[in-house]
C-alpha cells in the first residue's frame, strides 16, 4: 500500500493584511465622525435653500417645495438655482458638476485618490442650492463625494500609498452615505461592489469602521428612525409572489435600462447641439424643471416624503403617472445637463411608481410591499449593485419580512440590464472619458497555481567559479544543444547545488571575449528568487516590480536550485483560467460509480 507524503505547511495565508490595517482603521473611525456631520449640514443647507428659494424664509427645517404658492413663479426657481450652480461650477470647481459617484470612481482610477479641497467645499454648496431650488436629486450622490473629497484631503497629510489614499476617500464616502440614509451596512456594500475595486480586510475594514461610526453618530444628530418607516411583513412568502417579483425585476430592468439611455441621450444633446459655455447648461435644464414641477409638484426636490407615501400604500393613479413620467423626464434631462445631484432616492421614488403601478395585478402583497420591491429592483438594474440595493432597502425600512421577494427582484433586474447593457448609469460616464472599469471580481488565476506547479526543472546550470576560457568553449559547444537554445538567464551553482548568482546569455559572452587577455572572473549578478511554495501572483508582482522575465527558483531552506519559471510560465496560470471558462465537455458517469469507486478503494486497501 502507498503512502502519500505529507506536504509541507504552506506559509501562505487566506488574507494579506497587516498593522497598517488597524492604522487605517483608526483614521476611518475620524473620518465617520466627519461623514455623520457632514451629512446633517448637507441635509440641512437642502431645507435653508429650499425655504429660501420657495417660502422667502430662512429655516433649517424641511419643507417640501411642492407646497410652495408661487404659482407659476416656480418655473423660475429651478432656474435660478441652475445659473448660480453653472457659475460656481466654472469659476469654483468644474468636478461639482454630476452626480457624485462617478466623478469618486475617476479620482480613484486616475488621480491617486486626490481630490481638490475647491470640491469639499463647493460640492455640497452647489448640490444645496440644486436641490433646494428644485432639482429632482437626492441628497446621497453629493455627500458620497463631499465626504470622500474629506477623506482624501485628509489621507494626503498621512503617509501613505495609492491603494491606502483610495480607501480613506471610500471610507469617507461611505461614512458620507450611512450619515444620510442610516444604512452602514448598505453603504459598506456600496463601496465593495463600486468603489473599492476589491474585497481585501486591508480596504473593506476601514470603510465598514467608517460606515459604522457614521451610523451610530446619526442618530444624535438626525435621529434613529429609519428613513422610510414600513410595519415589519409576516406573511408567508409562498411561489407566487416570488413570481410576481420576477416579473416586477424583468420590468424594472428593462425601465432602468431606459433610464439609463434617457440620462446619456440628454447628456449627448447638450454636448453636441448646444452651441454655448456648459455653464449656462444647467439652468437650461432648469427650464425643463420648472415646467415638470407646475405640472406635477410633487416631482421637485429630494422626493423622501413621496417614497415614504408610496411605502405606505398611496397608490393613486396621478401620483403614479406622475412620477413615472413627468419625474423621469426632469430628472433625466436635468442630470445631463450637469448640475450637481444624487441618483439613488430618485431611481428609488421611480422604481416604487413602478412598484405600486403592478400591484393590483400581483398576488400575496400590499402596494407599498410590491413598491418596496420595485423600487429595489430598479436601482439594482440601474447601477449594477443588487447586494447593495437589497440590503439599502430593508435598512431604510427595517422591514426585514420582505427580504426573499426584494433579493429575487434587486437579483432579476441586475440579471436583466447585464445582458441588455454595457455599463450601468454609473460607469458610463466613465466609459466616455476615455477610461475601461471592469466591475468583475474574482479570484485572480494565478493566486491558485503555485511556482512547484509551473517551474522548468531541464535548465542548463553553470559552475559558480566560471572563467573566461569555460565560457568560451561552453558556448563554442554547449550553446548548439537545442534543448536550451532559447535560455536567457543562466544560474551558477555551487558544488552542492545551492545558486550563488545568475549571469544573462549577453554576460556570458562578454566574459567569453576577455579569453586570453585575463583570466576573467565571473560578472555574476545577486539573484532575485522565487520559491516552489510562492503563487504565480507572488511572482508575477516581483517580475513587474523588478522588470525581469525569468527568476531563478529555489529551495527555501537549503537555497538549491529547482529550476526557471520565466513569463511564459507563469502565463500558464492564465491558460488554465482561460480553457476553463471556455472548454465545454460532457462528463459521462457510470451510473453506480460512487460505490464501484468505493468498492475499488476495499479491493486496492486488501
Not at 182 to 195: G, K, N, Q, W, Y
Not at 241 to 267: D, H, K, P, T
Not at 364 to 392: D, F, H, K, N, Y
Not at 469 to 495: F, N
Request: overall charge positive.
Amino acid at each position: 500500500m502507498n503512502h502519500a507524503k505529507p506536504m509541507k505547511m504552506s506559509k501562505l495565508r487566506d488574507f494579506n493584511a497587516d498593522y497598517r490595517m488597524i492604522l487605517l482603521s483608526g483614521l476611518s473611525i475620524i473620518l465617520g465622525a466627519a461623514g455623520a456631520v457632514l451629512a446633517w449640514i448637507l441635509l440641512r443647507l437642502i431645507y435653508a435653500c429650499t425655504n429660501l428659494f420657495y417660502f422667502q424664509r430662512l429655516s433649517w427645517q424641511f419643507k417640501s417645495p411642492a407646497q410652495n404658492h408661487l404659482h407659476w413663479l416656480a418655473v423660475l426657481v429651478p432656474i435660478v438655482g441652475g445659473l448660480i450652480v453653472g457659475v460656481m461650477a466654472r469659476y469654483g470647481s468644474e468636478k461639482i458638476r454630476g452626480h457624485g459617484i462617478p466623478e469618486a470612481l475617476e479620482s480613484i482610477l486616475v488621480n491617486g485618490a486626490k481630490i481638490s479641497p475647491r470640491v469639499a467645499l463647493f460640492k455640497p454648496l452647489g448640490s444645496a442650492i440644486a436641490i433646494g431650488t428644485g432639482g429632482p436629486f437626492g441628497a446621497e450622490g453629493p455627500i458620497i463625494m463631499t465626504a470622500g473629497s474629506v477623506g482624501s484631503i485628509f489621507a494626503q497629510y498621512f503617509h501613505l500609498s495609492d491603494a491606502e489614499r483610495s480607501t480613506l476617500l471610500v471610507a469617507g464616502a461611505a461614512a458620507g452615505m450611512a450619515g444620510v440614509f442610516s444604512t452602514p451596512l448598505a453603504a459598506t456594500l456600496l463601496a465593495v461592489e463600486l468603489l473599492l475595486f476589491e474585497w481585501r480586510p486591508r480596504s473593506f475594514v476601514p470603510v465598514a469602521v467608517a460606515a459604522a461610526t457614521a451610523g451610530v453618530l446619526r442618530h444624535y444628530f438626525i435621529g434613529q428612525d429609519p428613513l422610510f418607516p414600513m410595519a415589519v411583513s409576516t406573511h408567508r412568502v409562498d411561489p407566487l409572489i416570488l413570481l410576481g417579483a420576477l416579473l416586477v425585476g424583468i420590468v424594472a430592468g428593462l425601465l432602468a435600462l431606459v433610464l439609463s439611455r434617457a440620462v446619456y441621450a440628454s447628456e449627448d444633446f447638450f454636448e453636441n447641439h448646444l452651441p454655448i459655455h456648459w455653464m449656462w447648461w444647467p439652468a437650461i435644464g432648469g427650464i425643463v424643471v420648472g415646467g415638470g414641477g407646475l405640472i406635477f409638484p410633487r416631482a421637485l426636490g429630494t422626493g423622501y416624503d413621496v417614497i415614504d407615501s408610496l411605502l405606505a400604500g398611496d397608490r393613486t393613479w396621478q401620483l403614479i403617472a406622475g412620477i413615472l413620467v413627468i419625474k423621469s423626464i426632469i430628472w433625466s434631462f436635468s442630470l445631463g445637463s450637469g448640475t450637481s445631484g444624487g441618483i439613488l432616492a430618485p431611481l428609488l421614488m421611480i422604481g416604487g411608481a413602478l412598484g405600486a403601478l403592478f400591484a393590483p395585478l400581483l398576488p400575496g402583497m400590499s402596494s407599498g410591499e410590491w413598491a418596496l420591491a420595485g423600487m429595489t429592483a430598479v436601482l439594482s438594474g440601474a447601477i449594477g449593485c443588487p447586494l447593495t440595493a437589497a440590503v439599502l432597502s430593508l435598512e431604510l425600512t427595517h422591514n426585514y419580512g420582505m427580504l426573499l421577494p426584494v433579493f429575487t427582484a434587486s437579483v432579476t433586474a441586475h440579471a436583466f440590464t447585464v445582458l441588455f447593457q454595457k455599463r450601468s448609469i454609473l460607469t458610463e460616464r466613465i466609459s466616455r472619458r476615455g477610461y475601461h472599469l471592469s466591475r468583475e471580481y474574482c479570484v485572480d488565476p494565478l493566486e491558485t497555481i503555485m511556482v512547484a506547479e509551473a517551474v522548468r526543472s531541464r535548465v542548463v546550470v553553470l559552475p559558480a567559479q566560471l572563467t573566461a576560457a569555460d565560457a568560451r568553449k561552453w558556448l563554442e559547444g554547449g550553446s548548439t544543444k537545442s534543448d536550451h537554445r532559447g535560455q536567457r538567464l543562466y544560474p551558477l551553482v555551487d558544488p552542492e547545488g545551492r545558486l550563488a548568482g545568475v549571469i544573462t546569455r549577453s554576460g556570458l559572452s562578454a566574459l567569453a571575449n576577455r579569453a586570453g587577455r585575463d583570466r576573467g572572473t565571473t560578472p555574476a549578478e545577486a539573484p532575485v528568487v522565487a520559491y516552489p511554495d510562492e503563487t504565480l501572483r507572488m511572482v508575477a508582482e516581483r517580475m513587474a516590480s523588478r522588470r525581469l522575465f525569468v527568476l531563478p527558483v529555489v529551495e527555501r531552506d537549503s537555497g538549491k536550485l529547482i529550476g526557471l519559471l520565466n513569463a511564459e510560465d507563469v502565463l500558464a496560470g492564465r491558460t488554465r483560467a482561460h480553457e476553463r471558462e471556455n472548454r465545454f465537455e460532457r462528463l459521462r458517469m457510470p451510473f453506480r460509480w460512487s460505490r464501484s469507486r468505493e468498492a475499488d478503494a476495499v479491493k486496492e486497501t486488501v
